[in-house]
């Protein structure tokens, strides 16, 4: 009795009575959540476009972070870094369609799996050996990102929101409404879509092949930097950061790997919902630390009644 | 038996398209044409006529070069097309000098709209908007179905309607020759009649050339000019469409019809295999 209490009213109750930390627990479920988003995108891109599960993202998104930072620690002014990392992004994108993808085309899904493996660890010595291993610290306020905070007083509580958090949330919405703009507008975006959903009748009208897979890899590398300095910014810069990349797992779990929508909402949701569960359920009932396994919980759950995740591509049949 | 009439295939000088006996392989292993030549006019429509795995598509994915893809390779032969060879061309550099092909099955993006379909078969093409917007309306003109379809998924669309969109789509790359596999497949009669109708005055009025592979080989030697019948990867009987549907093995086992008096199966097929050209 005294358990089910705890579970099913104690939460809620301790939601409403104190709505500003509620607010606040939000809001830092938000920002976490807009970044799994992001990076999902990523996965999605280049899943749709050429059935790739880019095991290589997460790393991709230390070199990203590696090299903006690199590049500053040898003299390179933060705002020329930014535009020249981007540079390299491109770099990466083109050596991997040349030297992995086009002798790979028309392989098997998982030997392209594999490859991108190959990637991961060639990504790891690469950036070592230029780089180095040790933590680095992100290069925020060089980057004119704000650090202060905003602090307000709603319902006679108390609520601190982070300028760093705000520029995070801020940027990643100007990201993702660009990149539906570009998907759904754009020559190039129909094309993505049109490979997405027919690959041998994209390659019949034409569509090439190299030039849209160049495209959305050098798109997860630009995901890639932007996650790498939010996250870098909080965790430092290190190979560590890779795992921000398994944390968008489940959101591909839940939001289906085909789907833009799913990957956003799915994003957030897991953001939300972990910080919610470890503030209200896990600290006081389970000891703390949810948020390792809780988004996994969800993602397993959800995948038991919609194999194809909340957001899967409907397969449109006709007989 | 009556031989197809006296007229000599066209020769490769006025040909759009020439395909000079070309041996294709899948997977290293499988052998599936054997010497196949074939040529299309310029402003021509030309039947590929044959029954299920005779090779009619391999033919037209080693054209368009789609065949790469499926792990097929061109081991022999040579495929010209205006005047220059085009065997080691991408798809996308095919489409680009002007020849593209229309799957069998028709293969619209079913998740994007209809008109989304239709814009993206300009996805080779460098000149303004403007020139690809008044395309949009010539294939709307020819398909008025499509443009109340527009907005609609394409997944969604009837057979009929898909394979207007898979058609329309080739004609947004500007096509100079397109290589339409199996058009009637899965459609009503009537349907099966518009299509080829549409077809035709895309010839007529567009100047585009068509090679047709079908089954349905009686609407098909009706719009055609001239056909080839394969036969288990090779070109076994060539001709002008009218003088193939006199053809009394053609008619026999093509179009259904007479062959009486035919008893004994010794009698069948006494029309000899012909090598072409080379080899």
Redesign the interface.
Known sequence: MELAYSILVQPFADMVGAPDFLIQVVWEGLVSGVLYALIALGFVLIYKSSRIFNFAQGIMVVFAALTLVGLHERGVPALLALPLTLLVMLALAVAIERVVLRPL??QPDIILFMATIGITLFLVGFGELIFGGENKRMITSELGIPTGSFEFEPFGGFVSIEQGDVTTVVGAIVLVVALLAFLNRS?MG??I??L??????????????STIWVLVWFIAGVIALATGIVWGARAGVSFALEVIAYKALPVLMLGGLESVTGAIVGGLMIGILEKLFEIYWGQPLLGGNTEAWFAYMLALLVLLFRPQGLFG?KI?E?V | MTAPAATPAPQPADAILAVNNIEVIYDHVILVLKGVSLAVPRGGIVALLGANGAGKTTTLKAI?N?L????GEVTKGSIMFEGERVEAL???E???RGC????EGR??????TVE??L??????RRDAKAAIRADLEMVYSYFPRLRERRGS?A??TS?GEQQMT?IG??LM?RPKMILLDEPSMGLAPQLVEEIFEIVKKLNEEQGVSFLLAEQNTNVALRYARYGYILESGRVVLDGEASALRENEDVKEFYLGVGGEGRKSFRDVKHYKRRKRWLS
């Open positions: 085309v028309n020559k129909r094309a879509r049109a997405g959903d027919d690959h041998q009748a994209a390659l019949s009208v034409g569509i090439s092949l591509e449109i006709r | 368009s789609l790469r893809a499926e792990r991408s798809p996308n095919l489409v680009r593209i092909q229309v799957m293969h619209c993006f079913g998740h994007l989304d379909n814009l993206s078969g300009a996805f080779t998924q997944g969604y057979g898979a789509r080739a790359s």
